[in-house]
Structures are given as C-alpha cells and as structure tokens.
C-alpha cells in the first residue's frame, strides 16, 4: 500500500505514520528523517543534500525525488507511508509519475485534522533536553524535576513561529486534499484530537485493516 498522510504541523502524522508502518509492514518516508539519513551514509545524493543544507539553501524536489526513488527500489519496493511528503502540488504529480514508473499509484490519503488552537498548544508546550534529544510536553509528559531546568523551547515551537508554519500549511499544503479527491485517491479525514490510539485505530478502520 503507498499511503500519503496530510495534516498541519504538529497533528500527528509522524506519530501515527510510525505506528501504521508496523501495523502495515511498509516504511514511513519523511523526508527530514530521508535527508539526514542519507548526509550521514555519506551516499551521492546525501553528499549533494548535504552541500545544499551547509549553504543555508533548501533541498531541491529533484533531490528529494531521487532519494525518494532509492526508497522505492528498495526497503520501500512493496509499498510506503508518505509523512509530509509531498508538501505541494506539483511535488504531488512527480511522486505520482514516479509511482507510475514502477506500476504504481497513491491508494489513499489520511488527512489528519486538529485546529489550530489545539496544535499551538501542543506544539508551544514542547521541551527538549538538549543533552539526550528527548521530547517533554509541559502538560502531557512534564520533563523530571532534575532536568527540567536544562530543558529547552526550540524556535519554532514558539506560538508565533507555529501561527506562521500553520499559515504557511494552509496555503501550500492543504491544497493537496482537492488534489487527491480530484484524482480519485480516496481521502479519509480523521479527527486528530482525541487519544493516539483512538485516531490509528480509526485510521486503520477506514483503511479496511
């Protein structure tokens, strides 16, 4: 199955994505995970990603796309959870024609929705130590007393910068949902609100699995 998931920043995609790749026994692809991978397996494309990302610049699609391609001739050959990828139309319709190189096509999409109140909360109560890259959540998962001083907001966490990120979803990103429904891809949204086990277990009821 070649699974894309959509959804605002901080609605759950990587977390539901990962349970769903071991329920379904594909991989996810995100390509923030894809990039670093490859940067440090030192590969061709991973050396070229890497050139881009020290001179501030942005990844090209056409990278993306080629580390996307290496996924599919490999650990991805019989089926893949896309996580924000693609993030825009037109990178949309190269993952399609990709797909069709190899006889395949999107089967669904997951559209995973929360508001956007919801998402600045989660995403403005996230605290990283530093030391070990462990996650906390000044609500959900407080970081232990003897830690929480080291304990640190990343910048785009701030309120503002997720505003922002969710602005920037809205006008880029969301667009993909009209895309999917207008290909015929069947688009099942589901509320991204509730317990993590409650949302995968609707997921997996609308995937028929």
Do not use: W
């Not at 130590?129 to 907001?153: F, K, L, M, S, W």
């Not at 997720?162 to 207008?182: F, G, K, M, S």
């Amino acid at each position: 199955m070649d699974l894309v998931l959509l959804g605002a920043p901080g609605a759950g995609k990587g977390t539901q994505g990962a349970l769903l790749a071991t329920r379904l026994g594909v991989p996810k692809i995100a390509t923030g995970d894809m990039l670093r991978d490859a940067v440090r397996q030192g590969t061709e494309l991973g050396l070229k990603a890497k050139a881009v990302m020290d001179a501030g610049q942005l990844v090209s699609d056409d990278i993306v796309l080629g580390l996307v391609r290496e996924r599919l001739d490999s650990d991805a050959a019989a089926g893949a959870i896309f996580d924000g990828y693609p993030r825009n139309v037109a990178q949309a319709r190269s993952l399609e024609g990709l797909l069709a190189e190899v006889g395949r096509r999107i089967d669904a999409v997951v559209y995973i929705d929360v508001n956007d109140d919801d998402i600045v909360r989660r995403m403005s109560g996230r605290r990283t130590d530093p030391e070990t890259g462990v996650v906390y959540h000044q609500e959900h998962n407080p970081p232990p007393a003897e830690i929480a001083p080291r304990c640190i907001q990343r910048p785009d966490d701030v309120e503002e910068t997720v505003r922002h990120r969710l602005e920037v979803y809205r006008e880029n990103t969301a667009p993909l949902v009209d895309h999917y429904r207008q290909a015929g891809v069947p688009v099942h949204t589901v509320d991204g609100g509730g317990a993590i086990d409650a949302v995968q277990s609707e997921i997996l009821g609308l995937l028929g699995r």
